[in-house]
């Protein structure tokens, strides 16, 4: 019985033993892969994939108190200050991975804020008045991820962030505005030219946009607007207002308006124009975001008609000595 037992014993560990039985640790499986790179996207450290920069948090700042809530006079011609109110922070999630080669993994992530979009109106010296309209806007990104070592067996198993692409944000259920081309010049030499965010991949760190401080740097758009109900409020053509954020991290956001510059002849898309000069210190990944905003949402407090309605290109840039 005993000599039975051993033999059995025998035969068990040698079919362990035999080839294509023991699992190779240092080959993954698939899904083991895309938990990892799935993981690594959701990072919210990862600066390359900062989508926040379209509130800084200050509408509700600018006035230690106002006057009155709600209703104002359409359209609203003496708008003070305006811009959105995010009332959580929200998470970025995965809406797709696609494995697209045995060391390449492709993910695709959105971020929806979620809020309120602030208008302060002052009609007169002695009266401030305070509207508000719902507020959902989504950005989304693609980054790829490829695996530099793939006989690491820890950590990451060698997975690295390679590329990223713009940032695409859009109003939710509709925005009427579409971004067409985005051109940036700097001073220093830079000079390049966006028209697909989402197709548009940067190697990381070598396609990233480098600026000095004291740099200026020119950012010049065009968009076209298919609202049905345009708002001209200077009597100039412009149904839009278009904002540059800049400078924008976790520590640091800044933003002013763009000049509208008029219509291109040959698309006869609207073209705004602005400028800003570097003054972040070095070394620390920063983002631009141009703001397109429907003039509907800022000068007409009917949120029926006039929704909240915008759409925002970004691009990372790092300031250098």
């Keep these: 019985m005993k000599r039975l037992i051993g033999l059995m014993a025998t035969i068990l560990l040698s079919m362990l033993l035999m080839p294509g039985c023991e699992k190779d640790s240092s080959q993954p499986l698939a899904e083991d892969d895309e938990s990892i790179v799935t993981q690594m996207a959701q990072e919210e450290d990862d600066e390359y994939l900062f989508d926040e920069g379209i509130d800084d948090g200050s509408e509700d700042n600018m006035y230690d108190g106002y006057s009155s809530f709600g209703k104002v006079f359409t359209p609203i ?104 081309e985005i051109t940036i010049t700097g001073s220093g030499g830079v000079s390049v030219v966006y028209t697909n965010p989402l197709h548009t991949m940067l190697s990381v760190p070598d396609d990233i946009l480098l600026f000095s401080p004291g740099e200026t740097v020119t950012v010049q758009v065009k968009l076209s607007n298919s609202t049905l109900n345009p708002v001209d409020p200077l009597g100039n053509g412009s149904t839009e207002t278009v904002l540059l954020h800049f400078g924008v991290n976790r520590q640091h956001h800044a933003r002013k308006r763009f000049e509208y510059v008029g219509v291109d002849p040959v698309t006869g898309d609207q073209v705004y124009e602005g400028s800003w000069t570097i003054g972040q210190q ?12 429907d003039n509907g949402t800022i000068f007409d407090d009917d949120a029926t008609t006039y929704p909240y309605n915008s759409t925002t290109w970004s691009a990372p840039y790092r300031v250098i000595p």
Excluded at 282 to 287: A, G
């Design 77 to 180: 011609d003496s708008v003070k200050r305006f811009g959105r109110k995010v009332l959580q922070r929200p998470r970025r999630v995965i809406t797709d991975v696609q494995r697209i080669g045995p060391d390449t993994i492709r993910v695709f992530t959105a971020r929806e804020f979620v809020g309120q979009f602030v208008i302060f109106s002052k009609p007169d010296d002695s009266t401030v008045v305070r509207y508000t309209k719902p507020l959902r806007h989504v950005v989304r990104r693609v980054a790829l991820y490829v695996r530099r070592n793939p006989n690491e067996v820890t950590g990451r198993r060698g997975w690295e962030l390679a590329e990223v692409s713009l940032g695409q944000g859009n109003s939710v259920p509709m925005a009427t505005i579409q971004i067409k």
């Design 282 to 293: 070095p070394f620390r990944l920063r983002h631009a975001v141009v703001d397109a905003i």
